[in-house]
């Protein structure tokens, strides 16, 4: 038996920075960024990809809130 087969991976989406990379081998799901290299899932993935967006939504509108609000808080109390 020979299990030393090579695998082929599949970048699905991304770039050299960040990429996602599948085996239809193993069905091995892996999110490459930078050096670092995350085991996920489907399902992981999908919820990554949620959360992600909301962080984006989120920020976005924190940035936006941010000139309209006055550096009262950032200021003195008294
Ligand atoms: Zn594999």
């Known amino acids: 038996m ?8 599949v970048c699905l ?3 050299d920075e960040c990429r996602v990379v ?3 081998d193993c069905g091995t799901l892996e999110i490459n960024l930078g050096e670092h290299t995350v085991r996920t899932n489907t399902e992981s993935l999908h919820l990554l990809s949620s959360v992600l967006n ?3 939504v989120q920020l976005a509108q924190m940035q936006n809130k941010l000139p ?11």
């Open 54 to 56: 909301h962080a984006k």
């Open 68 to 78: 309209a609000t006055p550096s009262m808080r950032l200021g003195r109390v008294h």
């Open 2 to 9: 020979n299990s030393n087969k090579r695998h082929k991976k």
């Open 13 to 15: 989406s991304g770039n």
């Open 22 to 24: 599948f085996c239809p």
